[in-house]
């Protein structure tokens, strides 16, 4: 049987299993107030149908977290791609490289200059302006010296932890940094974040660098701009390294270029 067969034959059930997972997935947020989200959202819903409006329980699909007084947002994801977008628009660069970076600000970045974006978990997308290929950071597909413009947001850190599948390596970050400088241009710009503060290992998912160590990792680079996102999620622009001194989870934004 073909998988369009199969969900031809079974659509009641797998309706039937998506509607379940709707109205579970909420108590895996907080399963202690999601049951009182639950009577809100009743109430809402009752008050809805009698106002005249037609919604069926089977069709429910809730969403119990999304009244909050502002918007919210990753502070880190959200400036690193203001951060990047705006240093690739004065550069007025006709081509760009990412290793990795959030899919959302690569989309973006797109719209602007031609986009080739590498992962290790290729990228499935048409859109015009960006290209994307299968790649592992340890291991990049370009020849040395050869990328003008380079980016690679909240990336390294992950690499030899296995949260994305890689193969488990204690020198993973080192070994990437090194593979990110080996194919930056002469004069070629390299836009790196990664989270700053109190050193340590959160194994499988990240690891934390002191600002002094990245540029250890980056000794063959010439710092050119530094900025941060600190604990509480402000941006702090143009700054010097020693300002991010003391964080304990933050964002550095780093414009390293190769002399």
């Not at 199969?6 to 659509?11: A, C, K, T, V």
């Not at 950071?137 to 990336?155: K, M, Q, R």
């Not at 002469?186 to 600002?211: K, M, Q």
Request: aromatic share 12%.
């Amino acid at each position: 049987m073909s998988l369009k067969e199969f969900i031809r034959s079974n659509s009641k059930l797998l309706k039937s299993a998506r509607t379940i997972r709707n109205w579970l997935n909420p108590l895996y947020v907080n399963p202690i107030t999601g049951w009182l989200e639950y009577i809100r959202l009743f109430n809402d819903w009752r008050f809805y149908c009698a106002l005249g409006g037609i919604a069926y329980l089977g069709e429910f699909f809730p969403c119990l977290y999304d009244r909050t007084q502002e918007t919210p947002f990753d502070a880190h994801y959200f400036y690193q791609g203001a951060w990047l977008s705006r240093r690739i628009g004065m550069a007025k660069i006709a081509k760009h490289v990412d290793i990795g970076s959030s899919v959302l600000t690569i989309s973006v970045l797109s719209a602007q200059v031609e986009t080739l974006f590498v992962d290790y978990r290729p990228l499935k997308v048409s859109l015009p302006g960006l290209t994307s290929i299968a790649g592992n950071i340890l291991d990049l597909p370009f020849s040395d010296d050869s990328i003008a413009s380079l980016s690679c947001l909240h990336v390294i850190e992950h690499i030899g932890l296995g949260r994305y599948g890689d193969p488990i390596d204690p020198f993973g970050s080192i070994k990437a940094a090194l593979e990110l400088q080996r194919i930056v241009s002469r004069d070629g710009n390299l836009f790196l974040s990664l989270p700053i503060g109190r050193e340590r290992v959160c194994f499988n998912a990240h690891r934390v660098h002191a600002p002094v160590s990245v540029l250890e990792l980056f000794s063959d680079m010439e710092l050119i701009e530094f900025s941060f996102v600190d604990d509480a999620g402000l941006y702090h622009e143009h700054q010097s390294v020693d300002a991010a001194i003391g964080l304990e989870y933050g964002c550095g934004l780093f414009h390293f270029q190769k002399s």
